[in-house]
């Protein structure tokens, strides 16, 4: 069973607009840690941010602000104000407690014009 | 952010050879370490977990004695692609996990493996 979803395959936007993708995992443990990661066309994943299951405050970093909403189980990624060089894959994880291992999702491709 | 190294960034061997990528963490001690394999366009599958000074705990559909692992320091692990064939062709990233509170996987650069 897909433990994380990603059902945007790709968003395009024009430049300085906002975007917003979307994340809804799936797990039946109580303690579990969310993740974002960036893939650019160079090919390295770079992290973006680390959420634990019982911290649900949202958080801000920059442009980057993420919501987490346990009662939709949902991690959705907001991108503000978007650059050129925001345009990458956007991948959101899942870690079970005592596992460390990562669920992927299918990853959002974004692409910001011009 | 820790910084994790992998080597070489590209790979072109002939069908039937082996080749081995190295994984290292620069600043920190993993005692985890991750291989994973991306095709084009897709998310990343996860083909084994390295764990320094036992054997690699491989994901089912992965061969072992394809897909050779070896974890023998804390900061260095290696994948050998042995016998590489033309469907071994892809892109393999590994990861390194950092442990502590903050426990994260940072990823290597990735090494792109064209086998002909």
């Known amino acids: 069973a897909q433990k994380v979803t990603q059902a945007q395959t790709e968003i395009s936007v024009v430049e300085k607009e906002d975007v917003t993708l979307d994340c809804v995992y799936e797990t039946r443990d109580t303690t579990y840690y969310l993740f974002w990661y960036k893939q650019p066309p160079s090919g390295e994943l770079v992290f973006l941010i680390r959420?634990?299951?019982?911290?649900?405050q949202n958080e801000i970093s920059g442009r980057y602000s993420w919501n987490f909403q346990k009662s939709t189980s949902s991690f959705n990624f907001t991108i503000t104000a978007s650059q050129v060089v925001d345009s990458a894959v956007y991948f959101c994880a899942l870690s079970e407690a005592g596992d460390y291992k990562l669920s992927f999702g299918a990853g959002t491709t974004v692409t910001v014009r011009a | 952010g820790a910084v994790v190294s992998q080597h070489p960034s590209r790979v072109i061997c002939k069908s039937g050879t082996s080749v081995k990528i190295e994984c290292r963490s620069l600043?920190?001690?993993?005692?985890?370490m991750f291989w994973y394999r991306q095709f084009p366009k897709q998310s990343l599958m996860l083909m084994a977990t390295?764990?320094?000074?036992?054997?690699?705990?491989?994901e089912q559909g992965v061969e072992k004695d394809k897909f050779l692992i070896n974890h023998a320091s804390l900061t260095l692990s290696t994948l050998t692609v042995t016998s590489a064939h033309p469907e071994d062709s892809s892109f393999y990233i590994c990861s390194a996990r950092t442990g502590g509170f903050t426990d994260t996987q940072y990823f290597g650069p990735g090494t792109r493996l064209t086998v002909l």
């Open positions: 390295s764990n320094e000074g036992s054997k690699a705990t491989y």
């Open positions: 959420r634990n299951s019982f911290d649900e």
């Open positions: 600043d920190f001690q993993a005692t985890t």
